[in-house]
């Protein structure tokens, strides 16, 4: 693939994508096919195996074949951590129809980012029924300007986006491109009754329908990695907690586990992080390392011993889910998630199913 020089650089290369991610008569087709990418995205940042990050720019032609493929892009790093991107195009597209959106809807986007989701959403209903919000002002700055480039004129705000813009509601639509923990309430008080929230909640993407107090439905089946929320998350110290934390000896849940019920484990310690210690020289074999923003903290080792500190007991939480799930994990389609003004929960199969209670989404007062 060669660097493109005409006035209209990216032509081919958007027709190409879109047609890759969008049948013919996708009603989002057109949007993929209009709305410059590169506009959005003048530069990624990429991570090299041994960790460290290059920048890549317009001038070198693998710029052009990354934007116009059907991948997602680290647009801006903070200390070296990722902290916006442009999600990858076939689950933005997901996301999209899973919105349902016909002529004349209005629609919140939580997670500016670049702007070019908010560029593909004016480009179908209209800048004036798009509102587009970020925590970062460095980011809605810079969208604003670019989405004014490619003659898109959304409102963009900027500030916690948990608790939506109320001044531009009602909406028909609420869509977030950042992780949270469960649904802010303010935005079932914002939508209009009828309408949808597409949101990451854990590792999966929840549609749920408003109906007066209540939203509910059910989570996407793909699976979904989106930027959690900014919170500050402490750094654990492993060392002290060798030394001074909690010991048990564990009650045989397997490490393989943890790794096993991944979507159920984000559900219920939202904000999780994790790592792994591969110490095969004493021949211990793996030990697994776990901590959540409330400062709890734990790490297991191949023999079956468990170090925990904190509010919570981490590791009681992955073997109780074990128990409930020894041998496989249901499909991300089989759970749903109602959220009333005093409790939310996700369950299985249906909302008197099996369930876990959802923690409201911090910060909110
Ligand atoms: C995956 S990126 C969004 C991609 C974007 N929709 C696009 O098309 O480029 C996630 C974004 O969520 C934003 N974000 C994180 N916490 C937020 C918050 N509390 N309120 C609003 N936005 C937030 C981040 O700054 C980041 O830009």
Known sequence: ??????????????????????????????????????????????????????????????????????RALTTQLTDGTPTSSSSQPSLMLEML?????????????????????????????????V????????????????????????????????????????YDQIIATCGLPSVP??????????????????????????????????FLPGGAYFMARRVGVPVPDFASLERAGHRSSGTGTPIEAFHRLEFLVSVTMPGYQWCVWNSGDDGTGESL??????????????????????????????????????DTAPARDAFGITATPHRQWVWLGDPQGPSWDLPSVGGLS
């Open 97 to 129: 129809h899973a919105l349902d959106v016909a002529d004349g809807h209005r629609v919140l986007e939580v997670g500016t980012g670049t702007g070019y989701n908010a560029a593909l959403l004016s480009h179908r209903l209209g800048g004036s029924r």
């Open 131 to 170: 509102t587009t919000m970020d925590v970062d002002p460095g980011l809605t700055g810079a969208a604003a300007q670019r989405l004014g480039e490619a003659g898109h004129h959304p409102a963009v705000r900027t500030g916690d986006g948990a608790h939506g813009v109320p001044d531009r509601a009602p």
């Open 185 to 218: 309430w303010p935005w079932v008080e914002q939508a209009a009754d009828g309408a949808v929230i597409v949101v990451p909640i854990g590792w999966g993407v929840a549609r749920l329908a408003v109906h007066g107090d209540v939203a509910e439905g059910g």
């Open 289 to 326: 390392g776990l901590w959540t923003p409330d400062g709890s903290i734990a790490r297991v080792h191949a023999d079956g011993t468990v170090r925990q500190a904190g509010p919570r007991r981490l590791w009681e939480t992955v073997e109780e889910l074990h128990r409930q799930f020894p």
């Open 1 to 70: 693939m060669t660097t493109p020089t005409t006035t209209d650089p990216a032509r081919d290369l958007r027709t190409a994508l879109a047609h890759q991610v969008a049948a013919p008569d996708d009603p989002w087709r057109a949007a993929f096919e209009t709305v410059p990418r590169h506009v959005f995205v003048p530069s990624f940042h990429e991570q090299a195996e041994d960790g460290r990050w290059t920048t890549v720019t317009p001038d070198q032609p693998r710029y052009w074949e990354a934007v116009y493929s059907d």
